[in-house]
């Protein structure tokens, strides 16, 4: 099925059942109100859940309106925890990642922002760059679970956009703004694509409307959700609501007379900078400017859109 | 005044309001039955949590009941976001911290443990290290706040025990748990102990019973609570019930005979160690094992305890 959570005035909003194809919706009223609800008692809501969706797709559902992305908040607007992985090892080497290996960091989940909110920043000489990632949303895992347990966990999938501030050291102060698709899906939703803990979709970024990547999210995700999972639970439990995100997706380039090409092209502009410096010497593209905007999606095998599209314009804070 | 949240099976736990001599409490219940919804809407909801909390103290609350500590989760006991800060630069030079300056880092929130709470470790071989910290509860504050105007946002101020892995590299699998005083306090329970962003009370930390800390947690604070906050908030804003950490509470040694002193004791072990390192060339004093207690409590000037104790034991993982 297909969460999201609309728009209420509220700091949670309100949880909704959107159909497979994005065009309906319907308030999840009666069953739960808001997402974290849902995910606190999966395993009696979601089923609840899943006949209300069932009945919205047969057309069927009494309340059905029209659904609307620039409503929607994230499908979790605030979370109790949420965790990034660098899951492809070609982001890290592009980008001259000394870490290298297996690592998951603690990220900010107190202001998760909608698919169409804008990204405010109060300086535009940060080097401010999009990045589109994968993200699951996990119910609690026992401390200790193998990749293949925590994996069994997993209850949502969804698309985000981590902005991050290229020029600013990596701390608390360099991702000022995270959003998510329309709508978070069950593995069901996902069908093949779904496969041991990878996500075999071509996601699409268009910067400014101009298409520059088109990396499919599955091929070289070097690590697994299962095993970032299992990393981050090593030493203690995860709790219901808590948001693992793959880092930039990001395919291996290849040679081609004595040159590294990447015909997918990049997920984040720091990426196309590296390429540009190991092609030319030197980065000759800009990081974002106010007004500029991002689009990300992913198509399923019928052509339609899985998650709803990220659409987001970078603002400037207002005085 | 004084908020705690006692267990009820639920994650989120049912607010109580505890008098200032923390005997007796008061269930909140019709003003608001959760820590994180009063601090949504504090300035709705403090009043009349204060009002309770003056006819508690008078002795006049018509279903008031002996406050038990060992009944309470954590005050907050899942947040959106918690925050940790290095303040005591003491603590930093003696760990051999190369960042030493201004850094705040994201930590977990999805599980805040309760002040009698176990700490549970799969394995006590990884160097398990209690920590006695400062910590305060914020309003929602804006992107780019300045030190003066964040601390405004300050609204509740508690103590935690942040247990650390020593021997397990910085990253999300180094923190296994980290529990909180009883309960948390307004800053007006605080009187002249609060001094612009600084707690100045004696943490007296207890290990198996040994008093092995006296620290003063306002002295040698090197970054004060609105600094750590200014600097969270460079680029985003905090939402309300954001925890911010101070970090290991540390005071400054002092040479005598040629030698460094630090009379007033450690806040966590691994100072120990260093201080050891420090004298001897070697450290002697091991981590913790398994059925080791640890004790933080702070006092203020009429003798009385501030926060309650935080009491916790070192449990394995049970199979």
């Known amino acids: 099925m297909k969460l999201a959570t609309y728009k209420d005035g509220t700091r949670d909003g309100q949880l909704v059942v959107v159909s497979r194809d994005l065009s309906t919706a319907h308030y999840a009223t009666g069953i739960a109100t808001r997402m974290q609800q849902a995910l606190d008692d999966w395993g009696f809501i979601a089923p609840q859940l899943q006949d209300l969706y069932e009945t919205l797709n047969n057309g069927k559902a009494r309340h059905a309106f029209p659904f609307d992305p620039a409503l929607c908040m994230a499908p979790l607007p605030r979370a109790y925890q949420r965790l990034t992985g660098a899951a492809y090892a ?18 900010s989940s107190d202001h998760l922002l909608g698919a169409h909110d804008h990204v405010v920043c109060a300086n535009e000489n940060l080097g401010v760059d999009f990045s589109a990632e994968m993200v699951v949303i996990t119910d609690d895992v026992p401390a200790g679970a193998s990749a293949d347990a925590a994996l069994e966990e997993v209850r949502l999938v969804m698309l985000s956009n981590a902005t ?54 599955g091929t070289d995700m ?65 990081y974002m400017r106010f007004a500029d905007t991002v689009r990300i999606e992913a198509k399923g095998k019928d052509g339609q859109s899985v998650f709803g599209a990220i659409e987001q314009e970078l603002a400037p804070l207002s005085a």
Chains 1, 2 share one sequence.
Not at 90 to 107: F, I, K, M, P, S
Not at 191 to 213: E, F, I, M, S
Not at 272 to 280: I, L, V, W, Y
């Open 90 to 107: 070609n982001h890290a080497t592009l980008l001259g990642d000394a870490e290298g290996g297996l690592v998951v960091h603690q990220a």
């Open 164 to 217: 991050t501030l290229r020029q600013v050291a990596a701390d608390v102060q360099n991702q000022p703004a995270v959003a998510f698709s329309p709508v978070a899906v069950t593995l069901d939703e996902l069908g093949d694509a779904w496969d041991n803990g990878t996500v075999h979709l071509t996601v699409q970024v268009a910067w400014n409307g101009r298409k520059v990547g088109m990396c499919d999210a």
């Open 222 to 286: 070097t690590y697994t959700f299962g095993q970032l999972l299992s990393h981050a639970c090593k030493t203690r439990a995860l709790r219901a609501g808590t948001l693992v995100s793959s880092g930039t997706i990001s395919n291996a380039g290849f040679e081609k007379n004595g040159q590294t090409e990447w015909p997918k092209g990049y997920s984040c502009i720091a990426e196309k900078r590296a390429m540009e410096t190991a092609r030319d010497g030197q980065a000759s593209t800009e």
